[in-house]
């Protein structure tokens, strides 16, 4: 199975990475996680994004706030899918870090999550696996119908108590 990169551009943005590891985990996919900074370690992130594909990896999912380039940085080095997850912060509730991070100019894509999105980026990293992989994909499935069986028990409870 292909890993999940997932880079953050400070290890402020942890507790945000910490929800998409562990989302990970739950459905046994590979990831490492690294801290490279856009602006403070371009090299360093150049690199890892440029050899990412034949060291095994299969999406990137990059994290970061305020100007937040650092998605659209991993992108125009690598063919891979690459996820940003705007990261909020204190100057603009994360609006500048969305903004920075879905408006990629043509021929750099970036899939983004909402702001602090660690949950979905991880789920979205696992979609994009699961097409080349039946097992991660049937995960998915299962994990779906649970979470419809949740919403339906509750629809069921409210409507017997209203």
Do not use: W
């Amino acid at each position: 199975m292909k890993k999940v990169g997932i880079i953050m551009g400070s290890d402020s943005d942890l507790p945000i990475v910490q929800k998409a590891v562990d989302t990970l985990k739950s459905f046994g996919v590979p990831y490492e996680v690294h801290v490279y900074s856009a602006h403070r370690t371009p090299l360093e992130a150049a690199q890892f994004a440029k050899n990412a594909e034949q060291n095994g990896f299969g999406v990137l999912i990059a994290a970061a706030g305020m100007a937040a380039h650092l998605a659209g940085a991993l992108a125009a080095q690598t063919t891979l899918p690459v996820i940003g997850i705007p990261c909020k912060s204190n100057a603009l509730e994360g609006i500048d870090a969305l903004l920075s991070t879905v408006q990629m100019p043509s021929g750099v894509p970036v899939a983004t999550v909402a702001i602090n999105g660690g949950t979905n980026a991880a789920l979205l990293s696992i979609q994009i696996l699961a097409l080349s992989d039946a097992e991660l994909s049937a995960k998915l499935k299962a994990k779906k119908a649970s979470d419809a069986e949740t919403v339906l028990k509750k629809d069921n409870e409210i409507t017997k108590n209203i």
